[in-house]
């Protein structure tokens, strides 16, 4: 216990330092969460509606997919970023633009996934109705997304939950370089690796209780507007 | 908009459905005029029929032609009413809306269109509602109300009244008879033989997937030409 409170204290002492960290790993894993629910959702609404071959194995691929290590999407967009690598030119490795393109990757699938499951639902109910409305399969695809737009909410905390908790990645394509593209789980990784566990931990609490506030946050506005719209 | 869409021939059509005959070589013509009822016991194959009809199915053989030959246009000029209605999670008015969208209906009409379709029904004053915490029966005359505001040429309706009780079943009603007065010629599955009789001008009565007999509606209730029908009315009025 005297270690957690020392820890808390130590890290609410950090002030400036630590806002700074706090800041840039709202700002990388929401930037990731905005690109992945972008591009996670038409996709997830696609595979719902649409029926094509080969459809049962893109949702097999993408549902593993989900576990992706995020060490080995670090490597694979390090070997990309890399000088001598073919977006070597951009100039993007041990930045937070780097950061930001390993975590999109890492939870696109999740987003897409959950979305997609969430919208073949929905669309068993609203084929027909749909279908017969005269809506095309564009239409259609657009119309779930906002209908079910309570239960994606789901989908797109749970990219940000993967995002916000891992290190691997953000580790490898940005550096944990102090100032730059250090977050809130590389510092923890670093402080453990120093041996300076108190700190470690404090960082390890801020992160939760920020994971927890997003969460509490959008429970709530979800239940309010499902009870507004049925 | 070109000439009628109707008659809708059905052409020797069947349909299965993992290997199970459900529509078995059904030949019949849908002229406009009067309001068609499908009769039949659960099972009979009353709302495959229509599916396949309004083009939700595809018949597994044999041909379903509409004299109106583009499906876009075909698709905007008929309306379904199911037993279970779906309604969007928006409003109710955004819902009328929706459909005229959907149709293609200039977005400065939509509007006034989706309000006097609510008056129709009697849902005005629920405009502005979401349509998922309306009644049973409110978000039935809420789907009548999608399909009133498209003007359809042929509404079909699959048992729109099963899942309600009587004074909302009424309400129901009094919009198809609203429908129908209106031009729009009516197909509707039931095994209420009294809305059948309320409602129909002419019975098609469905047994295991076949048409056993077509005829008026009082013909057909007075002096049922088949042993099926004569028996699945002595099973629906076990008083007469």
Known sequence: MGAIAEGLHRVLALDRELWRIVALSLEVSLSAVLIATTLGLPLGAALAVKRFAGRRAVIVVLNALMGLPPVVVGLLIYLLLSRAGPLGELGLLFTPGAMVIAQSVLILPIVAALARQALEDAWREYEEQLRSLGARELDAAFTLIWDARFSLVTAVLAGLGRAAAEVGAVMIVGGNIDGVTRVMTTAIALETSKGDLPLALGLGFVLIALVLLINAAAQLVKEAAQRRFG | ?240
């Open chain 2, 1 to 240: 908009m070109s000439a009628a869409i109707l008659p809708l021939a059905l052409d020797n059509v069947s349909y299965a459905s993992n290997g199970q005959a459900i529509i078995r070589g059904v030949s019949l013509a849908i002229e406009a005029g009067p309001a068609t009822i499908i009769l039949g016991a659960n099972g009979a194959g009353k709302s495959v029929l229509m599916r396949l009809m309004h083009g939700l199915l595809a018949p597994s053989a044999g041909r379903v032609r509409w004299s109106e030959p583009d499906p876009a246009s075909l698709r905007r000029r008929q309306a379904m009413v199911f037993q279970r209605p779906v309604m969007l999670r928006r409003s109710a008015l955004a819902n009328v809306v929706y459909a005229l969208k959907i149709a293609n209906i200039a977005a400065s009409e939509r509007q006034a269109l989706a309000l006097a379709a609510l008056d129709e029904v009697g849902l005005r004053h629920l405009a502005h509602r979401p349509a998922r915490v309306l009644s049973g029966g409110e978000q039935q005359r809420l789907a009548l109300a999608r399909a009133w505001a498209l003007h359809p040429e042929v509404l079909f309706l699959d048992e729109p009244t099963a899942n309600l009780d009587p004074g909302a079943a009424r309400e129901i009603e009094t919009v198809i008879k609203a429908f129908d007065a209106a031009g729009t010629k009516i197909v509707m599955a039931t095994h209420n033989l009294g809305q059948a009789r309320r409602l129909g001008d002419e019975v098609i009565y469905l047994h295991g997937g076949r048409v056993i007999e077509r005829a008026p509606i009082e013909q057909f209730f007075a002096r049922p030409a088949s042993a099926e029908a004569a028996a699945f009315m002595k099973g629906e009025l076990p008083w007469v």
